[in-house]
């Protein structure tokens, strides 16, 4: 018996969440990435760019600090060293080595959102993708550990079959509280 798309009911779809951490958020998103366009553009406006800008803003500065501190090393030494200072600071720190997953578009949907709390400690994520009709819900529950102020943030990313074009994706999601201060 095959799924029926015309059925009320909400079925889970199947999907593999992957990490994509070394992009730069850039606040709140909900985005469904059909093609390897859409996907180049996506690492380009959330990672490539920023970390240009981040480059060319701060590129000058930073070298005459390091002239200031290290003097007398050559040039290329002086551009490892701001490659360095530059890795091993917020956003973009631990990606000097970053890639991107291969996604074959022609089979599968990337979807991504955002999820905010707050919370003492680190919140536990709990994601689901259901279909009803030709509508996908792709849901992400947030669990609070405690009630203090810390904002939170973490992004979703999954994988899964090709979603039809013709097809709506929801984003949704809430924030709970499953344990005290």
């Given at each position: 018996m095959g799924c029926d798309s015309t059925s009320s009911t909400d079925n889970s779809v199947p999907f593999e969440e992957i990490t994509m951490e070394w992009l730069n958020s850039g606040g709140s998103f909900e985005l469904r990435v059909d093609t390897q366009a859409e996907y180049d553009s996506l690492i380009y406006h959330r990672f490539q760019k920023p970390l240009d800008d981040y480059w060319n803003r701060n590129y000058e500065t930073t070298?005459?600090?390091l002239k200031d501190t290290y003097p007398g090393l050559t040039d290329a030494e002086y551009e490892i060293l701001v490659r360095n200072v530059f890795y091993s600071t917020f956003p973009f720190?631990?990606?000097?080595?970053?890639t991107h997953p291969i996604i074959d578009f022609n089979?599968?949907?990337?979807l991504g959102q955002s999820a905010h709390s707050g919370g003492c400690k680190q919140p536990v994520y709990t994601?689901?993708?259901t279909r009803k009709r030709h509508d996908y819900t792709f849901f992400v529950t947030v669990g609070m550990k405690g009630t203090c102020d810390m904002a939170i943030s973490?992004?979703?990313w999954?994988?899964?079959?090709?979603?039809?074009?013709?097809?709506n994706v929801i984003f949704d999601g809430i924030a709970i509280l499953i344990e005290g201060n």
């Open positions: 070298l005459l600090r720190k631990g990606t000097e080595n970053a089979r599968y949907t990337l994601t689901e993708l973490h992004n979703v999954i994988l899964t079959k090709k979603i039809p074009a013709s097809s």
